[in-house]
């Protein structure tokens, strides 16, 4: 078959994995997540679809769940509503595998390539949800929306702190209104709940697996603010 009409029959696919990996590069901040993410977009389109109407159809479902939790990242959005690592690990393959499977019947076809994929992804999802929660009962402490911190400041990481409570990440952030900037910053990441002092603001994450993070700011000048956070 020509190139160009393999193309052209393909192109809602093209167009399907062009968009999701768009997605999953700008949440790539959280790489475990952007992976899960864009996996079953692939795993669809790649090694499953075979109709083009059950194949675009199942492929645009696909594409929503993957906009539900990547999209939020990409805008630095948060909130109960989005869902958490852990969830991302357990319930998105689960889910994405049922609707693949819905797929499968509605074209009377199957992808077994595809089929050991999204198999994979369930495995590897239970595995990745397992280390996470390892890693969070030990206090390792991610991104967590905080870092990089908003641009226009000259943003530096220190030496993480560890103890019994876990690890706390610190950063100094130079620039004009460096201390109302980065509270306007994590403001508008969710940082809103009551933290342990009022110098210390908290968000949670999860729809149901919800875990708090919080986080603090420490003015050291009038351009330079420390700011540490910690789950």
Known sequence: ????????????????????VAMAAFAWHDPVVAVFGAAPVLVWCLGMARTEQAGLVYGVILVALAAWILLPRDLGLSGNWVPSVFEVCLFLPVVSAL?????????????C???VGLAALIVVGFLMAGSTVLDYAEGYTRNEGVWPGPSGLRVVEREAGCGSGGCTRTMEATGDRAAERMRDYLDSRGFTAPGYNKEWTCRIDGLLLEYKVCAGIKEISPTTVQVSWLI
């Open 1 to 20: 078959m020509p190139l160009q009409e393999r193309l052209s029959r393909n192109l809602w696919r093209v167009l399907l994995i062009a968009v999701t």
């Open 99 to 111: 609707i693949c499977a819905l797929g499968l019947r509605a074209q009377r076809s199957g992808g």
């Open 113 to 115: 390539a595809g089929a």
